[in-house]
């Protein structure tokens, strides 16, 4: 028999626990298309865990989350999270750090049937780097990046490798080939940050000698966004670093119908984690009204990572068909459904289809 395909799922704070519940239901619905059997396993995280052991992210949750093949993290509240010496520890940065997931990579595009803020229709994917850039909880070896020193100056340090470089050049490059448009767009401000981000350049031009069927810009950060408002079907794959790369795709996003749609997959050699692209929501906790749609659609992206083409092409279809008609939306689309019976027809056309 082959190995079980071994997803742990950590449902996180707020709408966490509804919108893991719906995509665990979705994902076992297909489980008989995949090529392997699926094994589910859960772990508690943030206040959840904070409760119950005293810190967010306990290290047996790490140490599991390297045995598995993939992990499906929920939203978690972190900026709510007491400070780091008091177990309030980010999931989701600690994770992308300890099981080295060097790449997030970021779909936006448009829904036939629904309506969006973008004049046109448009499929894009931002490649961002996920280890370092300006995000100072995560460029050091030791301690952070952002310090204070003293009560009047706040100092941050930006770091950008060639390795990393490197790495999200060649994935970005290599997920480009596989498009029709195969159309590369790199994301900088080297008029402004010289040195980083002209180290960063220098990598994805050598990285694009190897792709010269592919179409090769590089375009300022705040011209990029500008493009985006005006004409996101220009785009096709944008390779950039952290920060810039975390703004573009939400931004994107947002103008392909909102943050409730935004798949996400942090993927690295040989580990994958699943994520959506939105916060926890407190404020709608409990309620039945969140849209699963993005940790559900995060998920599809990890089952085509590992080669799980034929269950990911089901739910993709299953999730646009509901898109496309407002009577199976849930209510953030304005629609009518809650989120379990939004989970419920998914599941139930999955079924049908396998049938």
């Not at 490197?166 to 008029?191: C, D, E, S, W, Y």
């Not at 592919?214 to 300022?220: D, G, N, R, S």
């Not at 709608?284 to 940790?295: C, E, H, R, V, Y």
Request: proline residues 5%; negative net charge; aromatic residues 6%.
């Amino acid at each position: 028999m082959s190995q079980p395909l071994r997803y742990l799922c950590l449902a996180g704070d707020g709408i966490g626990p509804e919108i893991m519940a719906a995509t665990e239901a979705v994902l076992r619905a297909v489980a008989p298309a995949l090529t392997r059997p699926l094994q589910l396993e859960q772990a508690e995280i943030g206040f959840a865990a904070l409760e119950a052991s005293g810190t967010t992210l306990p290290e047996a949750v790490i140490a599991r989350a390297t045995a598995v093949e993939g992990v499906i993290l929920g939203p978690v509240s972190h900026n709510a999270y007491p400070l780091a010496d008091a177990g309030g520890i980010n999931p989701s940065g600690v994770l992308r750090k300890a099981l080295d997931l060097f790449a997030n990579h970021r779909p936006a595009a448009t829904w036939q049937g629904l309506e969006a803020p973008s004049r046109k229709a448009f499929d894009l994917v931002v490649m961002r780097e996920n280890l370092e850039g300006f995000y100072a909880d995560r460029n050091m070896h030791h301690g952070g990046g952002e310090f204070m020193p003293d009560a009047d100056t706040a100092l941050a340090f930006r770091k950008i490798t060639r390795a990393a470089s490197m790495n999200i050049a060649q994935a970005g490059f290599a997920l480009a080939a596989t498009r029709p448009a195969q159309k590369v767009t790199v994301i900088h401000k080297a008029n402004v940050m010289r040195i980083s981000d002209g180290l960063f350049l220098e990598c994805c031009r050598a990285v694009a000698k190897a792709y010269p069927q592919i179409t090769y810009e590089e375009v300022l950060v705040d011209a990029a966004a500008a493009h985006l408002v005006r004409d996101p079907s220009r785009f096709d794959v944008l390779i950039t670093t952290n920060m810039f790369g975390d703004i573009l795709s939400d931004l994107a996003s947002e103008l392909a119908g909102g943050l409730g749609l935004a798949g996400s997959l942090n993927f690295g050699r040989p580990h994958a984690l699943a994520q959506a692209q939105h916060g926890s929501a407190p404020d709608i906790a409990g309620q039945d009204k969140a849209n699963p749609t993005s940790l559900i659609l995060s998920a599809e992206m990890l089952l085509r990572h590992h080669g799980e083409t034929r269950a990911a092409d089901l739910i993709r279809t299953t999730v646009g068909q509901a898109l496309a008609r407002p009577e199976t939306r849930t209510g953030d689309l304005g629609g009518t459904m809650g989120t379990v019976a939004f989970t419920q027809h998914l599941t139930t056309q999955i079924s049908e289809a396998l049938r």
